[in-house]
C-alpha cells in the first residue's frame, strides 16, 4: 500500500530565507503527488501537483516542487519565505489503480519569523 | 465550474445525539467522494469514499457511516456521537484518476464538537 511521510512536524524558518519541506513516499506503481496547504480554520487549498507530466512542478505562491523517483521525494520549495507562508501543509499521494484514494502525511507546520 | 458544498460549518453537539452532515457538488457528473476527518493536531484520515450512487468504501471501523443517494450528493452519519467523534470533516471530489487535470477539490469543512 502507498504511504507518505513527511519529515519535521514543525518547520520555522526566518523571513526571506529558504523554505524546505519534505516529503517522501512509497509506491510500487508511479504515483500521483499533491501538496496543500491549510491555513488556521480553513479548509485545504491545492498548491500544486504531479501527474506524470514535467518532474519539476510550479505552483501558487511562489511554491515548487521536483519528484525524484530515484528518491521517492517530492519535497516542496520556495526560495523566499514570506510571514503570510505560515500555516499547515500537507503532501498526498494517490494511485491511478486504487480508486483514487488521496492518502496524507501526517503534515508539517511553517512557521515563518520576522 | 464546478464547486463543492457542505454544511454546516459548525456543530456542536451532545454524546449520544445523531449526526448528519451533507455534501453536495455541482458542475459535474460521476465524481469520486470523499470523507475525511481532521481529529485536533493532527493530520487528515480517510474515512469512506464512493465511486458510485450507493457504492461505498470504509477506510476504518468506526461510528460513522456513509451514504450516497444521489450522484452528486454524499451524507456522513452517525447515530450515537461519541467524545472522540470531535473533529474537522472535510468533503472532497475528483473526477476519476487520470489525465494531467486531475485533482480533488476540498469543501470548506464542518467543525464538530462533540460535548
Known amino acids: 500500500a502507498q504511504s507518505v511521510t513527511q519529515l519535521g512536524s514543525h518547520v520555522s524558518v526566518s523571513e526571506g530565507a529558504l523554505v524546505l519541506l519534505r516529503c517522501n513516499y512509497s509506491?510500487?506503481?508511479?504515483?500521483?503527488l499533491f501538496w496543500y496547504v491549510q491555513y488556521p480554520n480553513q479548509g485545504l487549498q491545492l498548491l500544486l501537483k504531479y501527474t506524470s507530466a514535467a518532474t519539476l512542478v510550479k505552483g501558487i505562491n511562489g511554491f515548487e516542487a521536483e519528484f525524484k523517483k530515484s528518491e521517492t521525494s517530492f519535497h516542496l520549495t520556495k526560495p523566499s519565505a514570506h510571514m503570510s507562508d505560515a500555516a499547515e501543509y500537507f503532501c498526498a499521494v494517490t494511485l491511478y489503480n486504487q480508486g483514487g484514494k488521496l492518502i496524507f502525511g501526517q503534515g508539517t507546520e511553517l512557521s515563518v519569523k520576522p | 465550474s464546478q464547486t463543492i458544498h457542505q454544511w454546516p460549518a459548525t456543530l456542536v453537539q451532545p454524546v449520544g445525539s445523531p449526526l448528519s452532515l451533507e455534501c453536495t457538488v455541482e458542475g459535474t457528473s460521476n465524481p469520486n467522494l470523499y470523507w475525511y476527518r481532521q481529529a485536533a493536531g493532527r493530520g487528515l484520515q480517510l474515512l469512506f469514499y464512493?465511486?458510485?450512487?450507493?457504492?461505498i468504501s470504509s477506510e476504518v471501523p468506526q461510528n460513522l457511516s456513509a451514504s450516497r443517494p444521489q450522484d452528486r450528493q454524499f451524507i456522513l452519519s452517525s447515530k450515537k456521537l461519541l467524545l472522540s467523534d470531535s473533529g474537522f470533516y472535510l468533503c472532497?471530489?475528483?473526477?476519476?484518476?487520470?489525465?494531467?487535470?486531475?485533482?480533488?477539490?476540498f469543501g470548506s469543512g464542518t467543525r464538530l464538537t462533540v460535548v
Open positions: 464512493s465511486v458510485g450512487i450507493g457504492q
Open positions: 509506491s510500487s506503481v508511479p504515483p500521483y
Open positions: 472532497a471530489w475528483s473526477a476519476p484518476p487520470g489525465g494531467l487535470n486531475y485533482g480533488y477539490t
